[in-house]
């Protein structure tokens, strides 16, 4: 015999709720009792229910044909048998009306559609602001040893040169919320920075080596302080992990991030909203700080140009794909050289050409509007 549960009961007639007991009667019908005393009671079968599925904060409810209303006090119990019913009675209704099939699946199409694209980044957005301290430091630390130990070797500058950048970085960019920094020669990411959310900027010797000075490498220290306090990289990783967050958002269960995440953020590229976020958060930093904003443009037009230069002979024409079949022989450097390009976006989209006009333009335009002002 199952357990009665409590719910509450509106018997049709008067509008008042009552306190009331339910529990299965048999396979097809359930038992209602309410009244003070319990001394009330009216059976109803499932055949004659309509279920109000549960809505963010509200409980399930069923509605009856009597006009009464059993509200639950949390999920339906294991043994109320009304599932199955319900499926198969929608089911049937769906197949007697073409239009309402095709009229469901553009709904459902566009509710997916809308999910993905609005629902996902705020889950993300969500989930990377509720997560503790300790798993964001475990989750960078995984992230960051791959890094370390797959792409990228010890640094080769001077101790002098990363003890000063390191002091510039904390003087200026840091702002109270010093991240850890971490030189390495950059190896298959090249000239470029990573930041991780174990407070972490992983900067290249190939990058320091390609600014013309410190207020360059601050630029992007910035950039990458940006990418921190806004945990883009979170964000983009459990946005890559795709509807499975807006699970994460609903349950708060997110005891399979640390296995599923770091990947997840190694294998994300930043959105272009993410980088817009992260230069505007520089160029208000730097402005803040006194350091000319043209500094930050020079470096991203000297990182395209030179990227690009890298490039050039896979570039020919955008014909990589027919020159590969065309001359066998190419195949081998050609593939080592797509290989870096994708690793060098794959962190921070430093160097992503078609957006480097643009985003030079928005520290153009942002430049001039601080001049603008008394
Ligand atoms: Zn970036």
């Known amino acids: 015999m199952s357990r009665p549960i409590e719910v509450i009961f509106y018997d049709g007639v008067v509008s008042k709720p009552h306190h009331a007991q339910l529990s299965a009667q048999s396979e097809s019908e359930v038992l209602i009792q309410y009244g003070e005393r319990l001394e009330h009671q009216r059976r109803y079968a499932y055949r004659d229910m309509e279920l109000i599925g549960a809505l963010g904060q509200l409980n399930p409810a069923i509605e009856l044909k009597d006009d009464a209303r059993i509200e639950f006090q949390g999920a339906l119990p294991e043994w109320f048998n009304f599932g199955t019913k319900n499926v198969q009675h929608s089911i049937w209704k769906l197949e ?73 970085y904390l003087s200026t960019i840091a702002e109270g919320r010093p991240a850890k920094l971490v030189f390495r020669e950059g190896g298959r990411l090249g000239a470029n920075a990573v930041a991780l959310p174990n407070n972490t900027i992983i900067i290249t010797d190939e990058l320091i080596e390609m600014a013309h000075s410190d207020q360059e490498i601050l630029g992007v220290l910035a950039h990458e302080q940006g990418h921190l306090v ?8 459990l946005t890559s992990l795709g509807l499975s967050v807006l699970y994460i958002a609903m349950t708060g269960d997110s005891s399979d991030l640390l296995t599923s995440l770091p990947a997840a953020m190694i294998g994300a590229n930043y959105s272009r909203k993410f980088e817009a976020e992260a230069d505007m958060y520089a160029l208000k930093l730097m402005d803040r700080k006194g350091i000319e904003v043209s500094h930050f443009a020079n470096f991203l037009q000297r990182l395209s140009d030179e990227t690009a230069l ?20 190419k195949k081998q450097p050609q593939n080592e050289s797509s290989e870096k390009e994708s690793s060098l976006e794959i962190f921070d989209a430093l160097s992503s050409h078609p957006a480097t006009e643009e985003r030079i333009k928005m520290v153009r335009d942002f430049e001039k509007k601080q001049q603008a002002k008394p």
């Open 96 to 168: 007697r009306s073409p239009s309402l099939i095709v009229f469901s699946i553009i709904f459902v199409v566009a509710f997916v559609f809308a999910l993905v694209k609005w629902g996902v980044p705020a889950a993300s957005h969500y989930v990377a602001f509720q997560l503790p301290e300790n798993s964001l430091n475990k989750l960078g630390d995984e992230a960051e040893k791959y890094v370390l130990n797959n792409w990228t070797n010890p640094s080769h500058l001077a101790q002098g040169q990363k003890d000063q950048i390191s002091k510039q």
């Open 230 to 237: 806004e945990r883009h990289s979170l964000q983009q990783g």
């Open 310 to 329: 890298e490039e050039k002979p896979k570039q020919a024409g955008k014909t990589a794909e027919a020159d590969k079949k065309a001359d066998p022989n």
